[in-house]
Nanobody, 126 residues
Framework: QVQVVESGGGLVQTGGSLRLSCTASDFTFEDHAMAWFRQAPGKEREGVSCIDFAGDSTYYSDSVKGRFTISRDNAQNTLYLNMNSLKPADTAMYYC???????????????????WGRGTQVTVSS
């Protein structure tokens, strides 16, 4: 059973930074592409960023490009999302997800992921 657990969310002021972590267990982490999604109340889920097995290829949504950085440490079975210059529009529940395959063309689409965490809340105050 693939398990991923997110942490690092919280309340931050506009312009601030947060670092999200996603710890994986019970599966071979380096055999899975990973991604961060977010969903705000009343809005559709958005694929924020994704990364391939070795961390060589990444994707960012236009809304976070230049502000967020995704990375992974396969030795520690951990995925990260460094978030800088945060805006109130970034307020959402952030989810970590794992998939057995990767393509930069569709890695931002949630339907391709079969394992999800419960999420960590990020709130950016104005």
């Amino acid at each position: 059973q693939v398990q991923v657990v997110e942490s690092g969310g919280g309340l931050v002021q506009t312009g601030g930074s947060l670092r999200l972590s996603c710890t994986a267990s019970d599966f071979t982490f380096e055999d899975h592409a990973m991604a961060w999604f977010r969903q705000a109340p009343g809005k559709e889920r958005e694929g924020v960023s994704c990364i391939d097995f070795a961390g060589d290829s990444t994707y960012y949504s236009d809304s976070v490009k230049g502000r967020f950085t995704i990375s992974r440490d396969n030795a520690q079975n951990t995925l990260y999302l460094n978030m800088n210059s945060l805006k109130p529009a970034d307020t959402a529940m952030y989810y970590c997800a794992a998939a057995r395959s990767y393509s930069g063309s569709w890695c931002h689409i949630g339907d391709y992921y079969n394992s999800w965490g419960r999420g960590t809340q990020v709130t950016v105050s104005s």
